[in-house]
């Protein structure tokens, strides 16, 4: 505290010579081990560094280091919202894995509007960060393209389009294990409800319930399908209409989470208990979902790895192996039980 205080009084801004003078070590020693995109040292020369510089009340200048880099260590971040819980859970793993690489990441939203997603990048690289990862990612959107023409750094997540560096879930694994667990239990008259067909994801989960079906030789009830958005309202619309007639499933798999939150207010509207008369699967395990008054089966992604291979992905420059999978795992709970 009295040296902060003396440098004040003195009106002279601490510099790393200062801190090399007070540790007794050479500038570029100072810099090395205060740079946060470094693995931290836990040598005593590092300690004795850190401690003079906190001693000093030593503040780097982000400012002069990023103009002598070339960089600004910040990395932009796009996601469709906000208010949706995977994609707020993915960006907050996404800064908490930036961090620990020294960068800070700055998050902008669009839906899933391709001109919105466009404005949004365009909004990111004009402040100058170091790469995108962007979720954003529509089938068939011209943006990733533009990115590889421009040489743009950038790693597509949660969804992908076949051709960028990509950190997803293997998501036709997730609809085949969610699909899989049913059957296992004895369910034969599956439906689903599958979510939008711009999505890789989606798409993928959809394969995995297909190659379920078919390998167990169950039919496929296309009354039974219901391609939707990513909501509750989605969900129980959807839900609803499945779930209304004599000639219902036994068992809905649900591509996320909201969906079949959703399909359980449509049940609860019909007088139907979820678990007793219609079993039900989602996907991404949600904070949420283990805590419903039925617990909720579901598909876990495990977003921190995800998110720290966007990261890494991003980071290297993706030389090598540009797709990462992370693997999905299915979380058994009360909504799901054996067929009666």
Not at 53 to 71: I, P, T
Not at 200 to 227: I, Y
Not at 267 to 289: M, T
């Amino acid at each position: 505290m009295g040296n902060q205080s003396s440098s004040e009084q003195n009106g002279r801004t601490i510099t790393m010579q200062d801190v090399a003078r007070a540790a007794g070590v050479s500038v570029s020693t100072v810099s090395r081990v205060l740079d946060e995109r470094l693995p931290p040292s836990r040598s005593p020369s590092a300690e004795k560094i850190r401690e003079a510089a906190k001693q000093l009340g030593y503040r780097r200048d982000y400012v002069a280091s990023s103009l002598r880099r070339g960089d600004t260590g910040t990395i932009g971040v796009l996601v469709p919202r906000l208010t949706d819980t995977v994609t707020a859970m993915f960006y907050e793993a996404v800064s908490q894995a930036a961090a620990r690489h020294g960068y800070f990441t700055v998050v902008a939203t669009c839906g899933n509007d391709p001109e919105t997603e466009e404005r949004a990048t365009q909004s990111l690289l004009d402040r100058r960060v170091d790469g995108l990862i962007l979720s954003t990612c529509r089938l068939g959107d011209r943006l990733p393209q533009q990115l590889r023409e421009k040489q743009i750094n950038h790693v597509l997540a949660l969804r992908t389009d076949g051709i960028s560096p990509s950190a997803i879930g293997d998501d036709e694994l997730g609809g085949y294990l969610a699909t899989r667990h049913l059957l296992d239990l004895g369910h034969r008259e599956i439906g689903i409800i599958a979510g939008p067909n711009f999505s890789s994801s989606t798409l993928n989960r959809q394969k995995g319930f297909l190659r379920a079906m078919q390998e167990a030789q169950a039919e496929v009830n296309p009354q039974w399908w219901r391609d939707s958005d990513f909501t509750i309202v989605a969900g129980e619309n959807a839900g609803y209409e499945i779930l209304n007639s004599p000639a219902r499933p036994s068992a809905i798999f649900a591509v996320n989470d909201d969906l079949a939150i959703g399909v359980m207010a449509a049940a609860h509207r019909l007088g139907l208990e979820i678990g007793r008369d219609v079993s039900l699967v989602g996907y991404n395990d949600i904070p949420l979902v283990s805590r419903l008054p039925i617990p909720l089966t579901s598909v876990k992604t495990p977003l921190d790895q995800l998110a720290s291979h966007a990261v890494e992905l991003l980071l290297s420059n993706h030389v090598e192996n540009p797709q990462r999978y992370s693997l999905p795992t299915l979380i058994p709970r009360a909504s799901t039980r054996p067929y009666r």
